[in-house]
C-alpha cells in the first residue's frame, strides 16, 4: 500500500503529540508517537541505524541534530551502540544504506532531503525494513521511481522553517536598520533544495514585511522567491567564502548562510570584514554549537530534529508504526528561534513583543507565511 502527497499534523507539542506504543490509542493522523513516563517493550531485534547527510555527524547542524536524536533513543531504549554511517558525497548514499542493511537493521534514519531517492529504491527492495526520513516527503523520488504513492515503510519529517525565518527576517531588517546600521541584509545557500530555499523564503518574506509595515527600506540580497545565491555544495569551501564576502562587500550586515556547514566560510568571511556583521545561524542554535561563532550569532533558526528523531525511534521500537509525515511548525514547537545570546542588549522589548506578536498571528493562522509545505 503506497499513499500519496504530504498530511499536516495536528498542530501540538512535540512532546504532548508523543504516546507510547503499547499506552494507548494510536494518535490523530499525523503525530508523533512516544511518552516518557510509559515504559516501552522493545521489539525483539529491533535495531535502529543513521545514515548521514554530506557533512557528517559533525556538523553543528541537521546531521548532528539527527545523531543526537539517535542517541538519546539508544539509551532510552537501553542499545548500548548502533550502527551509523557518514557521507562524504552523495555517491557514498547507496552504499552505505547497503552497509546497514547488511547489519540487520530494522529502522534506518537517513538525514537529508537528498538521500530520498536512495531510501524510496532500498524502502521498496525491503518492505521489512522502516526508513525515516529527514527534510523530504519522498513524494518526488516515488514518482521518479515509477510508483503510484509514497512506500508504507518510510515516515518523512519535515519543518516548516518558513515560519521561524520569518520571524527572524523581521528581526533581522530591525536589527540592520537602526542607527548606524547598513539597512541591508543578505542569504545564501549550499543548493536549491527545498529544504534549503524555505529558510530563505520566510527570512525574506519577514524583512519584506518589515519594510512593508514600518515605512522602512531594508535592502535585501540573495534570494527572490525564485532565484537566488547558491554554493553548489554543503561544504565550507572557498567558493561559499567568496559568495559570502561578496555580500558584505555590497554592504549587508545580516546574514543569513543556509546549508549545514557553510556557515563556517560565513565566519571567516566576517571576521575579514573590518566591520560588525552578524550571522543567523540554521537547524541549531549555532551559539551553543559552535563556540567559535559567539561573537558573531545574532539569533539561529531552530528545527527541533533531534527530539523528533528520538520519539519516533522510540515508538518503532515499541511496535507502533505511523507513516503520515510530521511537520514541525511554531505551533508544535518543532521549529522556533533561539535566544539572542550576546546581542540580547541589542534588541529592545518593544521588539522581542513585536516578535512575540507575529508568532501568535503565524500560530493563529491571521498572518500567513508560504513555503512549499502550505
Same mark, same amino acid.
Given at each position: 500500500? &503506497?499513499?500519496?502527497?504530504?498530511?499536516?499534523?495536528?498542530?501540538?507539542?512535540? /512532546?504532548?503529540?508523543?504516546?507510547?506504543?503499547?499506552?494507548?490509542?494510536?494518535?490523530?493522523?499525523?503525530?508523533?508517537?512516544?511518552?516518557?513516563?510509559?515504559? =516501552?517493550?522493545?521489539?525483539?531485534?529491533?535495531?535502529?541505524?543513521?545514515?548521514?547527510?554530506?557533512?557528517?555527524?559533525?556538523?553543528?547542524?541537521?546531521?548532528?541534530? /539527527?545523531?543526537? !536524536?539517535?542517541?538519546?533513543?539508544?539509551?532510552?531504549?537501553?542499545?548500548?551502540?548502533?550502527?551509523?554511517?557518514?557521507?562524504?558525497?552523495?555517491?557514498?548514499?547507496?552504499?552505505?544504506? #547497503?552497509?546497514?542493511?547488511?547489519?540487520?537493521?530494522?529502522?534506518?534514519?537517513?538525514?537529508?532531503?537528498?538521500? /530520498?531517492? /536512495?531510501?524510496?529504491?532500498?524502502?521498496?527492495?525491503?518492505?521489512?525494513?522502516?526508513?525515516?526520513?529527514?527534510?523530504?516527503?519522498?513524494?518526488?523520488?516515488?514518482?521518479?521511481?515509477?510508483?503510484?504513492?509514497?512506500?508504507?515503510?518510510? &515516515?518523512?519529517?519535515? +519543518?516548516?522553517?518558513?515560519?521561524?525565518?520569518?520571524?527572524? !527576517? +523581521?528581526?533581522?531588517?530591525?536589527?540592520?536598520?537602526?542607527?548606524?546600521?547598513?539597512?541591508?541584509?543578505?542569504?545564501?545557500?549550499?543548493?536549491?533544495?527545498?529544504?534549503?530555499?524555505?529558510?530563505?523564503?520566510?527570512?525574506?518574506? !519577514?524583512?519584506?514585511?518589515?519594510?512593508?509595515?514600518?515605512?522602512?527600506?531594508?535592502?535585501?540580497?540573495?534570494?527572490?522567491?525564485?532565484?537566488?545565491?547558491?554554493?553548489?555544495?554543503? #561544504?565550507?569551501?572557498?567558493?561559499? #567564502?567568496?559568495?559570502?564576502?561578496?555580500?558584505?562587500?555590497?554592504?549587508?550586515? =545580516?546574514?543569513?548562510?543556509? @546549508?549545514?556547514?557553510?556557515?563556517?566560510?560565513?565566519?571567516?568571511?566576517?571576521?575579514?570584514?573590518?566591520?560588525?556583521?552578524?550571522?543567523? @545561524?540554521?537547524?541549531?542554535?549555532?551559539?551553543?554549537?559552535?563556540?567559535? *561563532?559567539?561573537?558573531?550569532?545574532?539569533?539561529?533558526?531552530? &528545527?527541533?530534529?533531534?527530539?523528533?528523531?528520538?520519539?519516533?525511534?522510540?515508538?518503532?521500537?515499541?511496535?507502533?508504526?505511523?507513516? *503520515?509525515?510530521?511537520?514541525?511548525?511554531?505551533?508544535?514547537?518543532?521549529?522556533?528561534?533561539?535566544?539572542?545570546?550576546?546581542?540580547?542588549?541589542?534588541?529592545?522589548?518593544?521588539?522581542?513583543?513585536?516578535?512575540?506578536?507575529?508568532?501568535?498571528?503565524?500560530?493563529? !493562522?491571521?498572518?500567513?507565511?508560504?513555503? +512549499?509545505?502550505?
Amino acid at each position: 500500500m &503506497k499513499r500519496n502527497g504530504v498530511a499536516r499534523f495536528a498542530t501540538v507539542g512535540i /512532546a504532548a503529540a508523543l504516546l507510547c506504543a503499547g499506552c494507548g490509542p494510536p494518535p490523530d493522523a499525523g503525530a508523533t508517537p512516544g511518552n516518557p513516563d510509559c515504559p =516501552v517493550q522493545v521489539a525483539e531485534g529491533f535495531l535502529p541505524c543513521i545514515v548521514s547527510g554530506e557533512g557528517g555527524f559533525n556538523d553543528r547542524s541537521f546531521n548532528q541534530l /539527527a545523531f543526537e !536524536g539517535m542517541q538519546a533513543a539508544a539509551r532510552q531504549l537501553n542499545i548500548g551502540t548502533f550502527p551509523n554511517v557518514q557521507s562524504n558525497s552523495a555517491s557514498d548514499y547507496i552504499p552505505n544504506i #547497503q552497509s546497514l542493511l547488511g547489519q540487520n537493521c530494522s529502522l534506518i534514519t537517513a538525514v537529508s532531503f537528498d538521500l /530520498a531517492p /536512495a531510501v524510496v529504491s532500498f524502502a521498496t527492495q525491503r518492505p521489512d525494513v522502516h526508513f525515516l526520513l529527514v527534510d523530504d516527503d519522498a513524494v518526488g523520488a516515488s514518482a521518479d521511481a515509477g510508483l503510484d504513492g509514497v512506500p508504507e515503510n518510510i &515516515k518523512p519529517i519535515l +519543518y516548516d522553517t518558513a515560519q521561524a525565518a520569518f520571524l527572524v !527576517g +523581521y528581526l533581522a531588517a530591525a536589527y540592520s536598520s537602526r542607527e548606524g546600521g547598513a539597512s541591508h541584509v543578505g542569504t545564501f545557500g549550499g543548493m536549491a533544495f527545498p529544504a534549503v530555499t524555505t529558510f530563505m523564503d520566510g527570512f525574506r518574506q !519577514g524583512v519584506l514585511y518589515y519594510n512593508e509595515t514600518n515605512n522602512a527600506n531594508v535592502q535585501f540580497t540573495g534570494w527572490d522567491g525564485a532565484n537566488g545565491s547558491f554554493t553548489g555544495a554543503f #561544504q565550507p569551501d572557498q567558493t561559499a #567564502q567568496t559568495m559570502a564576502q561578496g555580500m558584505i562587500d555590497q554592504g549587508v550586515d =545580516v546574514l543569513l548562510p543556509v @546549508g549545514g556547514p557553510i556557515y563556517q566560510s560565513a565566519v571567516a568571511a566576517i571576521q575579514g570584514a573590518g566591520r560588525p556583521v552578524a550571522l543567523i @545561524g540554521v537547524d541549531a542554535d549555532l551559539f551553543e554549537t559552535d563556540p567559535s *561563532t559567539q561573537p558573531y550569532v545574532l539569533t539561529s533558526i531552530l &528545527k527541533n530534529s533531534s527530539a523528533t528523531v528520538e520519539t519516533v525511534v522510540v515508538d518503532a521500537a515499541g511496535g507502533h508504526w505511523d507513516p *503520515t509525515p510530521f511537520i514541525g511548525t511554531l505551533e508544535n514547537d518543532g521549529v522556533g528561534m533561539a535566544p539572542f545570546h550576546n546581542f540580547d542588549d541589542q534588541i529592545s522589548q518593544e521588539l522581542r513583543d513585536r516578535i512575540a506578536e507575529l508568532r501568535a498571528q503565524i500560530i493563529d !493562522g491571521s498572518l500567513v507565511v508560504d513555503s +512549499y509545505l502550505n
